[in-house]
């Protein structure tokens, strides 16, 4: 039934593994999003696609990389993890156009020891 | 260009009385204006959105916001406060076209009992 999900919900690792991230949304949207939030709550916009081709990236670490597999889907992919990455995630998807709402997953809270 | 300006970080209230979140934004274009709310260890929910219609926007939850092109602002009210309102807010402007949404910094609403 839900609408955009993510997993994992937690992942706690290491300095300098690599981990992933998925999200699949069941909405029928062509247009799907990477944000990173910080323990501020200050959201960032990381990745946009819209029918599987990158159409917003931002200033990211070339370190995470967003993968769109199809409409459905969109991963983020990060290298080499680093402190700093520590934040929550969210996938969010919506309609094309700026006009359209997106509808947001519960997010990933990464925590790196 | 477009910018958003959320002008209280933090509000306090109590359980009954009006709820007011402020918002200026800046646009070079019509833009469209959404309010979320993002409830402790949850995804962002749509509150309510503008996108050139009436002027005076209703959401769910007995939120509602005023669109005033001559001041620049989309504020956030709520005649009387819940308990369950306590969260965090976030004021977003997108243009009406494809392209980039630009999140506001946040406000946090309490509510005392």
């Known amino acids: 039934d839900t609408a955009v999900s993510q997993t994992p919900k937690y992942l706690v690792t290491q300095m300098g593994n690599d981990k992933s991230i998925k999200c699949e949304q069941n909405l029928g949207h062509d247009t799907m999003y990477w944000y990173k939030q910080d323990s501020k709550k200050f959201l960032k916009i990381m990745f946009s696609y819209n029918n599987k081709e990158l159409i917003i990236n931002e200033t990211v670490p070339n370190r995470f990389s967003p993968k769109s597999p199809d409409k459905a889907h969109l991963n983020l992919h990060i290298n080499s993890l680093e402190l700093g990455d520590s934040a929550v995630y969210f996938c969010a998807s919506s309609l094309a156009g700026g006009e359209q709402p997106q509808h947001f997953g519960d997010g990933t809270r990464l925590s790196i020891l | 260009a477009q910018s958003v300006t959320q002008l209280d970080s933090h509000v306090s209230v109590s359980e009954g009385t009006p709820v007011l979140l402020r918002c200026n934004y800046s646009s070079s274009y019509s833009p469209s204006l959404f309010w979320y709310v993002q409830h402790p260890n949850k995804g962002l929910q749509l509150l309510l959105k503008?996108?050139?219609?009436?002027?005076l926007v209703k959401g769910i939850n007995g939120f509602e916001a005023e669109f005033k092109k001559s001041e620049t602002s989309f504020h956030l009210t709520k005649p009387s406060a819940h308990m369950s309102d306590a969260a965090e807010y976030f004021c977003?402007?997108?243009?009406?076209?494809?392209?980039?949404?630009?999140f506001g910094d946040g406000t946090t609403l309490t509510v005392k009992p």
């Open positions: 977003v402007v997108s243009p009406s076209h494809a392209g980039k949404s630009t």
């Open positions: 503008y996108t050139s219609a009436a002027t």
